[in-house]
């Protein structure tokens, strides 16, 4: 599924991040961005070694933000980046989970403009151990990229996103949200 917003697109496709042929690649990191498992662990293995030890050098990243590392072995698919984005962990929605989620993946947004990608995946941040409903976590994460793409001035570099959404139900949910926006 695919909408277009200003001269982007944003793309919702099932499957493991790390086989996309992006600029960058999001990884939904813990705060001192140590490599785990899920998307994390899957990015951070698909890069190699090199990539825990440039994180290790970052000193760690803020719930609601991201940074931004070489690729290393990803580049051998096209991926420049590998960007960072800390998820808040859900705690019943009332310490400000929402206003964390939306800042990580625009700060991702930003990022990837920042070091002109025209192109980037995300996962569903937050949606895994960090227990963040999917339901919830959709509609914020797509607006926030819809209103990147359709912002005025339009971004100089940045006109493909793609979440990458490992499993069937994660990506329904993403559908009808897409659909909703």
Request: glycine share 12%; hydrophobic share 45%.
């Amino acid at each position: 599924m695919q909408r277009s917003f200003g001269r982007g697109s944003l793309e919702l496709w099932q499957g493991d991040i790390t086989r996309l042929a992006v600029d960058a690649v999001t990884t939904a990191a813990n705060s001192g961005l140590r490599g785990g498992g899920g998307v994390d662990g899957a990015v951070h293995h698909a890069a190699g070694p090199r990539l825990l030890a440039a994180c290790r050098g970052l000193g760690g990243c803020r719930t609601g933000s991201a940074v931004l590392t070489p690729a290393f072995d990803l580049a051998d698919r096209g991926v420049r980046h590998v960007i960072h984005a800390v998820g808040p962990i859900w705690r019943g929605g009332e310490a400000d989970e929402d206003r964390m989620l939306v800042g990580a993946y625009r700060r991702s947004l930003e990022l990837a403009e920042e070091h002109a990608c025209a192109s980037l995946a995300f996962p569903s941040i937050s949606t895994g151990v960090y227990g963040f409903p999917a339901a919830r976590a959709a509609p914020l994460a797509l607006a926030t990229v819809r209103d990147f793409l359709a912002a005025e001035p339009a971004p100089a570099h940045l006109r493909r996103v793609v979440f990458a959404l490992f499993d069937r139900p994660t990506l329904d949910v993403y559908a009808r949200a897409l659909e909703a926006l």
